[in-house]
């Protein structure tokens, strides 16, 4: 059955395509390689210059294949937003639940740096495009920042830990977020290179002299 015009003469977003949704020959979902081509286009022209049409085009499909799976550009750029959450929740929870010693943080951030910049392009996106990503606003989400912060807080305010070690902590977890938001203005620094750079910087904080 052919897509349904909506009255802008647009295809609406419950519009299903026969033959449009499924993976490629290579098993990837649809929905992932849709994320994937909008990261490019959301990186390399901005947000806002890039259009559902190109997205769709750039895949070789209809626009209403894209609909499919998404209801508006900003549940795509919602969903990259998550793609990072994933990454970094597992690594910092596992940073929270650790044993009290700088060696084993400092390990624990250095595999932190390793999945953090197999996705490097994730942080280029959110720096270059920080205002779209400042109006996206979904219940539930800013209960998940604050719901990790808590965690780490209470870690950096616990008693047991020494309080020089939880300055330390504090102070390497701050250069490595700040290293990887700062990943494009050092875009022409080899990722193997400056994640070796960030995580010398780690080892001086936590467990150097």
């Given amino acids: 059955m052919p897509p349904t ?3 802008t003469g647009e295809v609406g977003p419950a519009t299903v395509v026969p033959g449009d949704a499924p993976g490629d020959g290579d098993g990837k979902p649809t929905r992932e390689r849709i994320l994937d081509i909008a990261l490019e286009l959301f990186t390399e022209q901005g947000y806002d210059k890039t259009s559902l049409r190109e997205i769709a085009e750039r895949l070789g499909f209809s626009k209403a294949a894209v609909y499919y799976h998404f209801a508006s550009k ?7 937003h998550y793609r990072l959450h994933g990454l970094t929740e597992d690594s910092l929870l596992e940073l929270v639940g650790s044993a009290s010693d700088p060696q084993v943080w400092a390990d ?26 400042e109006t996206l ?16 807080r209470s870690v950096l305010a616990n008693p047991a830990i020494p309080v020089r070690d939880r300055v330390r902590l504090s102070c390497a977890l701050g250069a490595v977020m700040s290293g990887l938001v700062s990943a494009d203005t050092f875009a022409e620094v080899p990722t193997d290179e ?7 910087v780690v080892d001086d ?4 002299a």
């Fill in 137 to 152: 606003h979904r219940e539930g989400h800013p209960e998940r920042h604050q719901d990790m912060a808590d965690a780490f």
């Fill in 194 to 200: 400056y994640v070796d750079l960030l995580r010398q």
């Fill in 205 to 208: 904080l936590l467990v150097g």
């Fill in 108 to 133: 624990v951030l250095s595999r932190f740096l390793d999945k953090m910049m197999a996705n490097r392009q994730l942080f280029v996106l959110h720096e270059r495009n920080r205002a779209a990503l």
């Fill in 74 to 80: 900003d549940d795509i750029l919602l969903a990259l």
């Fill in 5 to 7: 015009p909506s009255t």
